[in-house]
Every structure is written in structure tokens, then in C-alpha cells.
């Protein structure tokens, strides 16, 4: 027998064995663990023969989503653009490429997280106030439905000052728009502008201010490429130290600008490999101002009407015949100001959004629960909101380009006026 005909034996029947042990034998998730059996281990093939489908999979076409099939040959890739992206240190070895998490709260914690848990990075969290304290004292936790992460405080990298921290080849910001201007003088002690690539994993249309600060603080040429990141994933932080992930978890990212010797390839490449050893499903956005109107077609609504109805949450909107009529309302408004917005910037109606996209970002949201949306707690917590660039700036930008906005306006109007109210 041949013995790639055995491994697909072995295979095969450790996958029924698993699903028919564990109870979990629908042909979705069969068809997960078939995905990452070969050449994996016993306890890769059950955490993926016993996860539920993934929740957003149906509602992302082979466009969007590249998921990642673990293999020998692939493995051995992966370990070359590891020794192409990492150091070596001052006695010849190789050192894993570092990453510094800017932000380690319920997003940027659990996406930092995951990276860690691959074994391939030095990650470096980024923490403040309570969430360093409890963290570096009793480790860092995430309850996932993707399988849980527990960092003991002993392997936890944790940072106040990235002064201290020095230059790192990735840094992952993950804070709230409302502080964009502080972002290029706070990262800035962690960038080499020759390697250092930035993926900013926030709301809102915000890369042209941020492109701006980072010019005028640093200079023209402030890193090797910044990317803008879209995480598709309910994931709220539940005390300090502690991330809760309830549901999806995909990630989209686009480059937003990066040194003129790096190729759009080299850039979707170095994206690609940076999530390619965790768990994580990854989509890259051809256009990066697609994805961002893309997210903003569930941001809106949801964030928006979650707060204007003085904090409610995600499954009351979609269940209550009124209010799901308002967020279909402001999707399509949304979808108009987008397109209009993608062919002034001389994009193609390939990118454009469509009826499809809202409907998978309904049946999203209709299989999401009782979500408290980011916003929503920043509201009924009093911090600040998102506002200027998840809500006003894609109104301004429908109004500058003659798109009348009605429903979405006057839910705008309604999130400025309790933000100046407070």
C-alpha cells in the first residue's frame, strides 16, 4: 500500500472515531476536522472535529475567507517565511519574530492571544491600570468558543511603556477611533520604519487621518506597510484580565500604505503569514476602503441603533419588527453611500456592496444573541463613544457625494447629541 494511501486511511478513521466519540458528527464539522487531520495531531484533529461550524462560514464566499489547511508541505513554507521575517540575535540564533499588542482589551487581547498561542512569536501585550495588575499576577484568560487561551503570568509579556519595549516587526493596535491622534506617539518607540508592519484592527474610516497623523509625528516614511483591520467577532472583555469570545472571529485586512519597494503581493503575503500558524480565519481585502464600508454595513445599524435606544442589545434589535426595519433601512443607505464613495475613489463595481452582503450581515446578526456591541458598553459604562469616525465621517462622505441619508442622519444626529448631552 502507498503510503500517502495509508496516511489517508489513518486519517479518515481517526476523524470518524473522534466525531462518533465526541457526539459531534454533523457534516460540518466532519468536513473541519478532515480539513486539519493530515499530519496534525490527535488533539488538533478533536479540537476541530468538536468545534460548531464556524458562524460566519456560510456568509462569506471564497472572495473574503482563506481558511488555512495545515500540512507538511505547507509546514515547511511557513518556516521559511518565519527565518525571512524574524531576527538573529547577537550569537547567530534565530529569534521569532516579535509582535507588540497596542490595546490588549477584548479585541486586541483575544487576536493576541491567538497569536501567542501559536508558539511562533514573542508577543508583547501592551496593558494599563487593572488589566496589567491582574494580568502579570494571575495570567492572562480567554473563554472561547474557538477553545479557550490561558497565558500563566510567567510567560505573559506584558508592557505600560512601549519606550521600554523597543522596536518589534509587527504592531497590532487595537484601541478606540476616539483616540486615533494619540496612536502615532504612543507606537512610535516600537517601530523601525525599514521592517516594522502596523495593522490597525479598529472602526470607522479612519485611515486617511491616520495616515496623516502618522506624517506629521514621524515622518513620510513611518513604516515598512500599515494595513487597516476589520474583526468580524463578538468578543467582550468580562472583568481585567479576562476576554469572553462568544462568537465568529473572522479577520479582513487591506493595506492602507506601505514603502514603495514593497509589492502589493509582498504585502498580501506578509498578512497571510503573519495569521497562517494560529486558529484564526483571515479574509484580505483587495481594497481596503471595500472592507472598511463593508463593516460599516453592520457597524451602523447595530452599534448605532444599540446606542440609541439607550443601550439594547443585538438581539432585541433584529426581533423587534420595528427596529429591524431601521437597520435594513440604514444598510441600504449604507450600501449607497459606499458604492458611491468606491467609484469616486475609481474603484470597480466588483467591490461594490450589494443586497448579498446585507443579507449576510442580517443572518449574522440574527444568530449573534443577546451581544452587547462595543459601542453600546462604551455608552452604558460612560466612556467616550466612536463618534467621529464610525458615525459622522460616513455621513459627511454620503453628504459630500450627494447621497441622500435620511435614516441613517438622523441616527447620527441622535448618537452626537447624547454624546454632547452626558
Not at 35 to 50: D, K, P, W
Not at 252 to 276: K, V
Request: negative net charge.
Amino acid at each position: 500500500m502507498q503510503t500517502k494511501e495509508r496516511a489517508l486511511i489513518i486519517s479518515t478513521l481517526r476523524v470518524v472515531l473522534v466525531c462518533l466519540a465526541t457526539g459531534h458528527c454533523s457534516p460540518i464539522n466532519m468536513a473541519n476536522a478532515f480539513r486539519f487531520t493530515a499530519n496534525t495531531s490527535l488533539s488538533t484533529t478533536v479540537r476541530h472535529a468538536i468545534l460548531p461550524e464556524r458562524a460566519y462560514g456560510k456568509y462569506f464566499d471564497d472572495r473574503f475567507v482563506q481558511k488555512r489547511i495545515r500540512s507538511i508541505s505547507s509546514s515547511t513554507s511557513l518556516q521559511s517565511s518565519f527565518l525571512k521575517n524574524g531576527n538573529i540575535d547577537d550569537s547567530g540564533e534565530h529569534k521569532r519574530p516579535s509582535i507588540a499588542i497596542v490595546g490588549s482589551g477584548a479585541v486586541g487581547g483575544y487576536y493576541g492571544a491567538r497569536l501567542w498561542e501559536s508558539g511562533k512569536y514573542d508577543v508583547k501585550f501592551q496593558m494599563r491600570g487593572e488589566n496589567y495588575e491582574v494580568s502579570t499576577r494571575d495570567g492572562f484568560r480567554v473563554d472561547s468558543i474557538d477553545g479557550d487561551i490561558f497565558i500563566p503570568p510567567t510567560q505573559l509579556n506584558a508592557f505600560t511603556n512601549p519606550e521600554d519595549v523597543g522596536p518589534v516587526d509587527w504592531v497590532i493596535v487595537s484601541i478606540k477611533s476616539s483616540s486615533l491622534g494619540d496612536i502615532p506617539s504612543l507606537i512610535n518607540p516600537l517601530i523601525d520604519s525599514k521592517r516594522t508592519r502596523i495593522l490597525a484592527i479598529m472602526n470607522g474610516l479612519i485611515e486617511e487621518d491616520l495616515i496623516r497623523l502618522f506624517k506629521d509625528c514621524v515622518g513620510q516614511e513611518f513604516c515598512a506597510a500599515l494595513y487597516g483591520g476589520m474583526a468580524l467577532v463578538c468578543s467582550n472583555r468580562k472583568a481585567p484580565g479576562h476576554i469572553e469570545h462568544s462568537f465568529a472571529g473572522l479577520l479582513s485586512g487591506g493595506i492602507a500604505t506601505s514603502r514603495e519597494n514593497l509589492t502589493d503581493h509582498d504585502n498580501q503575503q506578509a498578512f497571510r503569514d503573519l495569521w497562517e500558524p494560529t486558529s484564526i480565519d483571515i479574509a484580505y481585502e483587495q481594497s481596503l476602503l471595500g472592507g472598511r464600508w463593508r463593516k460599516c454595513l453592520w457597524n451602523l445599524p447595530f452599534n448605532g441603533i444599540s446606542v440609541a435606544m439607550n443601550g439594547i442589545t443585538v438581539d432585541k434589535i433584529v426581533n423587534d419588527p420595528g427596529l429591524r426595519r431601521l437597520a435594513h433601512n440604514i444598510m441600504d443607505e449604507t450600501v449607497a453611500a459606499a458604492n458611491a464613495d468606491l467609484a469616486a475613489h475609481g474603484l470597480g463595481t466588483e467591490f461594490y456592496l450589494n443586497d448579498e452582503d446585507k443579507k449576510k450581515m442580517m443572518d449574522l446578526s440574527d444568530n449573534m444573541g443577546a451581544y452587547r456591541t462595543s459601542t453600546m458598553i462604551d455608552f452604558v459604562e460612560g466612556r467616550p463613544l466612536e463618534v467621529h469616525y464610525l458615525f459622522t465621517k460616513p455621513v459627511e462622505r454620503a453628504r459630500s457625494l450627494g447621497v441622500h441619508v435620511p435614516y441613517l442622519e438622523t441616527l447620527v444626529t441622535q448618537i452626537e447629541a447624547l454624546e454632547r448631552l452626558r
